[in-house]
């Protein structure tokens, strides 16, 4: 099996996340089902959007076993989450911004980047309704913040997917997501614009898609 297909991990990063479960005793090896396969299990459900009976299939256990160590992973993801996910330094300028006329001294105060993603769910069609996004599927709407070694910064997920983006980081702004004074994030058009977040300037066309209406088409490289 492909592991960056499968588990959405390159084979080094899944070892090495693998071995720190494991030495920090987090998870452990038990009777038939050693930290790498838990780990799989728990990976694989999340990349795939996946059923206990498709689990079934392609671990070739019980859906009570697999239920048992699927929980236990969703137990230590708080854990996990401190110990990877962290702010960025905000007294420091970042060496892509530093070292490119381009970048500085505009961009000398930026952190980053922010964005939200709609991420698939499968939901009690009673409780369904909220979740349902402006494309008409069911979703969670997560705001992720990122560096610019694309390190992930912060997380803010479980908001319904008809959330508007700029709910989404009010929210995050009201639990622990704090800005430095003077920093800033770059965000996009579902954003607006202040003095903690720089989002495009709505004067100017910036997807290709914007040009396709009519005949306007791009008139040169830029």
């Not at 479960?21 to 930290?35: E, H, M, S, Y």
């Not at 007294?91 to 993603?117: E, M, V, W």
């Amino acid at each position: 099996m492909n592991c960056l297909v499968a588990y959405r991990m390159e084979p080094e990063v899944f070892k090495s996340t693998a071995e720190f479960l494991r030495r920090k005793n987090l998870v452990r090896d038990t009777r038939g089902v050693r930290v790498e396969e838990k780990l799989a299990m728990f990976m694989y459900m999340l990349s795939h959007n996946a059923s206990y009976q498709d689990m079934q299939y392609e671990f070739k256990h019980s859906g009570a076993t697999i239920h048992l160590h699927i929980r236990a992973f969703f137990d230590i993801v708080p854990t996990l989450t401190h110990r990877f996910i962290k702010p960025p330094l905000a007294n420091q300028t970042h060496s892509k911004i530093t070292s490119n006329p381009r970048f500085y001294p505009y961009f000398k105060n930026c952190l980053g980047a922010i964005d939200g993603t709609h991420v698939p769910i499968t939901i009690n069609p009673e409780m369904a309704a909220p979740y349902r996004n402006r494309k008409s599927t069911l979703s969670q709407n997560v705001m992720l913040a990122c560096d610019f070694d694309l390190n992930f910064t912060f997380i803010s997920c479980g908001w319904e997917g008809s959330a508007t983006d700029a709910r989404v980081l009010r929210s995050a702004q009201l639990n622990g997501f704090r800005i430095p004074m003077g920093k800033f994030y770059l965000v996009d058009g579902g954003y607006a614009n202040t003095p903690s977040f720089l989002a495009p300037y709505r004067g100017v066309r910036y997807h290709l898609k914007e040009f396709g209406r009519g005949h306007r088409r791009p008139s040169n490289y830029k």
